[in-house]
């Protein structure tokens, strides 16, 4: 016969089993300090991120040459910078003179309506006419299309030496009296008669009255003017140098 059991005593179908190491609260620390350890070596064995400053920039990026840009892209892309030698060159090539410094060209050489305009607007020199234009064809026109250089520089010079303001008036275009000497062939240019103007012109020797009636004065370098109803006619034949 079985002993009897006591108070005290357990059956074996009844039997607590002991609690295994996975339960155990101080084997879950050390799981839990063993897994921050892997996870901290892991941490400093990975590369470093790239940062967004030393990130390749997509838009920096040099694009494929896809031939010749478009209108949009060249207003767009920023004016490549310009080098002093290349201004020198292109300075070079224009076709006016420098305002403070006057070609040395024949007398004879007869210019574009750009250049005269050129020339005489450095020295100060302006022009008008009664149809505000410059067409040679335009009787209210003023055109200096053609003209000579020798007649533009005595003009200048004597805008220099008498001081005045000198105002054109009369060129090369349509409207004037012919002959060889003319303002056709560029030998003439009309000026607006002033104070200053008409005291600088009766310095000059008088040399008697024209067929019209025109009171005439010559410079010492051969150019003449002549007095008509408002304004002075200079006729230049040869220039202040020949």
């Known amino acids: 016969m079985p002993r009897p059991c006591s108070i005290h005593c357990v059956m074996p179908s009844g039997r607590r089993r002991a609690p295994g190491l996975a339960h155990r609260p101080a084997f879950r620390l050390a799981a839990g300090a063993t897994a921050l350890a892997i996870a901290g070596t892991m941490l400093a064995l990975a590369p470093p991120r790239a940062s967004a400053a030393t990130r ?24 490549p910078a310009s080098r002093p030698e290349v201004g020198l060159q292109a300075a070079r090539k224009r076709t006016v003179p420098p305002r403070d410094v006057l070609p040395d060209l024949p007398n004879s050489q ?8 050129y020339a005489l607007r450095a020295s100060g020199i302006g022009w008008r006419s009664t149809g505000g234009c410059s067409d040679r064809t335009v009787r209210t026109c003023t055109s200096f299309e053609g003209i000579r250089w020798g007649t533009i520089r005595s003009l200048i010079e004597f805008a220099e030496s008498s001081g005045c303001e000198v105002t054109v008036t009369g060129g090369t275009e349509h409207g004037h009296a012919g002959g060889v000497h003319s303002h056709a062939n560029g030998y003439k240019v009309d000026i607006a008669t002033g104070i200053c103007v008409d005291e600088a012109v009766r310095r000059y020797p008088f040399t008697g009255v024209r067929g019209d009636g025109a009171r005439l004065h010559r410079s010492p370098e051969g150019v003449v003017f002549a007095r008509e109803k408002d304004h002075w006619d200079i006729t230049i034949r040869r220039g202040p140098r020949g």
């Open 56 to 79: 390749p920039s997509l838009v920096s990026r040099p694009l494929p040459d896809a031939g010749p840009p478009s209108p949009a892209r060249r207003l767009l892309s920023p004016a």
């Open 110 to 117: 007869r210019l574009d309506q750009q250049f005269a305009e």
